[in-house]
């Protein structure tokens, strides 16, 4: 042979017409069923080469545009280097047909319940772990198919046997493939996560003990101060023994039982800015053999995300904070990144920010070592490339930096390890021992043990006085009258010199010690400088720290100064949920955001009150009283709002997009109307969205009834309207919604009414963590406060700017709501703010802006999804009533726990 032209061995077979069909993968189980005809030619099958055929199909069927490969009958792929060795002959079917299948840059497959309804294909290597497989279902399955998005199922090997989440990190797509398919089971509604079990060894015939609780514990925190005893540092062996890192065996062998599979590393991050980013380290931490948790894999439907959350956090060893410029900013990574401070785990922050630390956390993060996203000397060849404004754009993470940062991570916490098991319990990793002498506080359950120190500070009692250097001649008054009292106290003030305001020496962040990845050559990520030239803020940021932890108590003396201030918005920012926390108000201003979301909107105490100090030192006391430290005042108040938010989940329809709408109670621009009425039908197109409405006048019902009605005149079959009110409120709300004589509210004349909430403020609250989208139209403050909640949750604000109010930017609305979101397009976007457009544009818009909002691969649905089995929204009565709350666990979210951040 010396050409494809070259025929092999002649055989007695004449030339015959051969039939050519486009397959699937499975054809050979579906007998052909799903064969698409292309066409017939004729050849000799026993002379003619795969080969020669492929270039008679090239001429003959020029509608084939895509590669392809030649099958055989039983479904086997011809490599293209065999195709001038293997006949036509040789692939023929007894029907005299041959068979091509589409070829790809990676294998296709497909993705099937057990009992084998399809749920859509992917392309991946086979030699990819299961682990990556549930990432690429995740990103590359785009249904409307909640329980995949949730990750809510198992997969099932070749004898349908399920795998645990540790098999899925070990096993590899082939090892699960069954023909081209890879089958999966969904999880009900009761089936519990993945267990650890770890039996004892015995000898004795009679059946195992009975099981006990057993809780990991961690190594030393990367970024806190605090030495944790090696002995409870523990890592499994095959044969079930149980050890701690430095190597020595734990006798009493305790069995675990737990809801989900603790993990070595826990990345937290803010959905927003950074869930395709999370995915990709997950997986470049993953294939380098670590356990990584990741919410949007580990939380099923139906699961509570804050006591997951806890779970995680607290049984975790490396925590893996993503900073991007929201982290810290919203409700769910500041509580993560904090509760890993106190239980002292290894942080290892990935900085996507140009300055560190990042502002709202630079107290807790002022000293801690972090790792570039991408280090100066990759921006600048990116850029020398030609990647322009992408190479600094913190959208675009591209895998070669992913898989650095995974090494500089993964290097380090090895070495961390290393020293553990080498000094073993005598000499820790602590940098210096904790200070700390504090008050209880409550943790979630079972991690109390974890906690450095837990015993009452020796000595006088401490307080520290938050205050604005304006204000500080009122916080010397306090002073003294606080050490009248017997108290130790400290303010921030004392950290000025004599004469200096804060106004001259200003809080610089350029100074601070640099990323250890712009340099990184080794395990460790270096040691961070503490040379002369240490920014004085760096300083003030430690002793603020220090003093802080060391307090049992922080007042803040709130003022139109303090709002303004970024250095008194970080030690809010530190102090709230670490410490007990006794707000006074020093004169009128208007709250911003980010301190109605830390500290609350509840009545404080008023310095210009007559006899406000007795009251002020009443609180005080109270706050450092011990016997006072059990109160569950504020976790049943935490409790009464997850009772809310689930009672609206399980009373949803299921498997639909939700979309709130917000907004004023009154039209004051003359377009305002007609865009309500505009968003409303463009809406009802789709037969998938619900819409909630807070059920008042205004923005809310006129978008509800315009949606309603062009539902009707679609014939479409549910209406898809609801409204969340409360049962009552104190307030007089008559001329804002219908009330009755005794501030209750009726149900809402068309939709359906759910009642959930005690006021409207409490409501505003719970669907604010509810639901993933809100739009936002006119409104007042009772709007943007709203507003503020839902970008406090991480969730989504549609603001129709052009309308003005709230949406335009008033009333201290967050500047966040403006941004872009990912997977809008930027034209869709800048229209919500285009007075001169047609209303009817704008709410054309609008749909677009939602619908690329729901179909994000990447959306995390665990806020919204809906417990499978809830009842369908025909079968809910118009008015229900929620029912009354249940004592509530133990929880992250009034965690005032402190501990004490040093220097190496």
Known sequence: MDGCGDQITQRTDSERLVGVCMSSESYTSQNGATDTVLGLTIVNTANTTLLQLRQKICEQFQMIQTDYKFVTPRGWPVNPNQENNISVGDVLDTQAVVRIVAKYDKPRVGICTHDGSPIGFVFIQYSCRVSQLREAILIQIQVS??????????????????????????????????????????????DSDDTVIISEISDSPISSPPPKKFKRSTPLSHSSGHSLSPSKMVKFKDNHEVLNLAGAKILDSPLVKTRQV???????????????????????????????YLDVHEITCGADWQDALNYAVSNCEVFVPLVTPRYGKTQWTNREVKLADVLGKIIVPVSFLQKWPPECLAIQFATTQYVRWKTRDEIKIAEQEGQGERATDIKYWDTKYVERVANAIGEFCKAEFDKLKFYGPIRGLSRKQS????????????????????????????VVISVHPEQKDCAGRLKIMFELDGYEVWCTTDMLSNGEKEGERSFKFEALPRSASDDYSGPSLSQLS????????????????????????????LSKAFAKSKTCQQQVFYCEHRKRVVPLKYEHFEMPGWMSMLIGTSTFEDAKRDGFTDSLRAMVKRAL????????????????????????KRSLPEYHNVVYISGGTKFFWDKSEAICKAIGQSLAQDDNIILITG?????????????????????????????????????????????????????????????????????????????????????????????????????????????????????????????????????????????????SVIGEAVRKVVFALQNSPTKRLTHSCIQPGSPRARLIPRMTIIPPPTSPPPMLSKMKTQILESPI
């Open 145 to 190: 198919y909640p329980p995949i998005q949730d990750s809510n199922y198992v997969f099932l090997d070749r004898n349908f046997w399920p795998l645990n989440k540790e098999q899925e990190s070990h096993l590899t797509v082939l090892d699960i493939l069954n023909g081209a398919v890879v089958n999966i089971r969904l999880r009900e509604r009761n």
């Open 625 to 648: 009283d011990p016997k006072s430290r059990e109160s569950c005042f504020e976790e049943l108040n935490e409790a009464k709002m997850t009772v809310h938010m689930n009672f609206i």
């Open 530 to 557: 503490h040379s002369s030239n240490e920014s004085a803020t760096t300083n003030e940021l430690s002793m603020f720290q220090e003093k802080a932890d060391e307090a049992g108590v922080i007042v803040f003396i």
């Open 262 to 292: 603790a993990k070595q590393m826990l990345i937290s991050y803010v959905r927003q800015e950074a869930a395709h980013h999370a995915l990709a380290l997950k997986s470049a931490l993953e294939s380098m053999h670590f356990s990584v």
């Open 435 to 462: 200070m700390l002498k504090s008050y209880a506080a409550s943790l979630p359950e079972g991690a109390n043990e974890f906690a450095s120190v837990r015993l009452d500070r020796e000595g006088k009692p401490l």
């Open 695 to 839: 059920g008042f006048y205004g923005v809310g019902e006129t978008v509800a009834r315009s949606f309603l009605e062009t539902r009707k005149s679609l014939n479409k079959e549910d209406e898809n309207v609801w409204h969340i009110l409360p049962v009552k409120d104190e307030q007089d709300r008559r001329l804002q919604a219908r009330q009755n004589q005794d501030r209750t509210f009726p149900s809402v004349p068309f939709g359906q009414t759910l009642f959930s909430g005690e006021n409207v403020r409490q409501r505003e609250s719970v669907v604010a963590r509810v639901f993933d989208i809100c739009i936002l139209v006119e409104g007042g403050p009772g709007a943007a406060h709203e507003a503020e909640e839902f970008a406090w949750n991480d969730h989504i604000v549609i603001p129709i700017k052009c309308t003005g109010g709230a949406a335009g930017g008033k009333f201290n609305v967050p500047s966040k709501i403006y941004e872009v979101p990912n997977g809008v397009k930027v034209e869709d976007w800048q229209l919500l703010g285009n007075q001169g457009a047609d209303p």
